[in-house]
T-cell receptor
Framework: GAVVSQHPSRVICKSGTSVKIECRSL??????MFWYRQFPKKSLMLMAT?????????EQGVEKDKFLINHASLTLSTLTVTSAHPEDSSFYIC????????????FGSGTQLSVL | KQEVTQIPAALSVPEGENLVLNCSFT??????LQWFRQDPGKGLTSLLL?????REQTSGRLNASLDKSSGRSTLYIAASQPGDSATYLC?????????FGTGTSLTVIP
């Protein structure tokens, strides 16, 4: 089956540093990648939609300069949390739909970010 | 805007029981509906995908149904096991967007 590989799975960083999260589609081409944030015991909150070769579309309330998304190839999308602060601590997860499988969504394994 | 609701928010059942999880959505113009399982601190694992033209899908002990006209889907789990304990989410696909329910936290007691 299709796989979305997300790294790192866990990161702890100091306040003010930047953190990059990668999502790779291993055996399919992901023209679209969704980035979510999830708080404990809550559902997924869509942050942005990235499309290969174009600018990401951010949801209302999500700071574009804070959460930089790059989708430079059909197999790689990255989310960079710039100048991270403790309130950015959360679980971040990506997903990609596959058109050839009825637009079935495949998810990465998630990244737990802890900012000290 | 599509709104997706899941009831109940939490469910606790003894091992061996059959159970039903519910998902409702407000706009029937959907492309598909997908059920996922999420274990704590993990990503989402796809369980079943139902296209808008389908009424149900089955995989092992799982059966998902879809009634677009009433805006409802159910996930039926037969003979529940402790390993089924997880959070179950439904997602409605419309156009190029997916809308997630609030999830049902299931605990199966040995």
């Amino acid at each position: 089956g299709a796989v979305v590989s997300q790294h790192p799975s866990r990161v702890i960083c100091k306040s003010g540093t930047s953190v990059k999260i990668e999502c790779r589609s291993l055996d399919f081409q992901a023209t679209t990648m969704f980035w979510y944030r999830q708080f404990p015991k809550k559902s997924l909150m869509l942050m942005a939609t990235s499309n290969e070769g174009s600018k990401a579309t951010y949801e209302q309330g999500v700071e574009k300069d804070k959460f930089l998304i790059n989708h430079a190839s059909l197999t790689l999308s990255t989310l960079t949390v710039t100048s991270a602060h403790p309130e950015d601590s959360s679980f971040y997860i990506c997903s990609a739909p596959i058109s050839g499988q009825g637009r079935k969504l495949f998810f990465g394994s998630g990244t737990q970010l802890s900012v000290l | 805007k599509q709104e997706v609701t899941q009831i109940p928010a939490a469910l606790s059942v003894p091992e061996g029981e059959n159970l039903v999880l519910n998902c409702s959505f407000t706009d029937s113009a959907i492309y598909n509906l997908q059920w996922f399982r999420q274990d704590p601190g993990k990503g989402l694992t796809s369980l079943l995908l139902i296209q808008s033209s389908q009424r149900e899908q089955t995989s092992g002990r799982l059966n998902a149904s879809l009634d677009k006209s009433s805006g409802r889907s159910t996930l039926y789990i037969a003979a529940s096991q402790p390993g089924d304990s997880a959070t179950y989410l439904c997602a409605v696909g419309t156009g190029n967007q997916f809308y997630f329910g609030t999830g049902t936290s299931l605990t199966v007691i040995p």
